[in-house]
Nanobody, 126 residues
Framework: QVQLVESGGGSVQAGGSLRLSCAASGYTYSSYLMGWFRQARGKEREGVAAIWTPSGNTYYADSVKGRFTISRDNAKNTVYLQMNSLKLEDTAMYYC???????????????????WGQGTQVTVSS
């Protein structure tokens, strides 16, 4: 059984940084994709970044390119999202999600991900 547990959210001023962590357990696939999604109040959940295990290939939403970095520590089965230069519009609940390799599936559509963490709140203030 897959379990994803996020941590690291909090409140920060605009321009600041936060690092989110997602500890994963239960994955037995040889290749799987871990993603970070976010959902702001009143908006749909959107893909922020994703990373493949074991290749390490990454994807980013245009809105976070150059500011956010996704990485992983295979020994710890943990995926990170380093968020720098945070903006007010980055305020959202952030979720970690995972899925095995699947033909035709995207990295950014929440529908393609069966496994989800409980979420961690990120609040950016002026």
């Amino acid at each position: 059984q897959v379990q994803l547990v996020e941590s690291g959210g909090g409140s920060v001023q605009a321009g600041g940084s936060l690092r989110l962590s997602c500890a994963a357990s239960g994955y037995t696939y040889s290749s799987y994709l871990m993603g970070w999604f976010r959902q702001a109040r009143g908006k749909e959940r959107e893909g922020v970044a994703a990373i493949w295990t074991p290749s390490g290939n990454t994807y980013y939403a245009d809105s976070v390119k150059g500011r956010f970095t996704i990485s992983r520590d295979n020994a710890k089965n943990t995926v990170y999202l380093q968020m720098n230069s945070l903006k007010l519009e980055d305020t959202a609940m952030y979720y970690c999600a995972g899925r095995p390799s699947k033909a035709g599936a995207s990295w950014y559509d929440p529908v393609d991900f069966p496994d989800w963490g409980q979420g961690t709140q990120v609040t950016v203030s002026s």
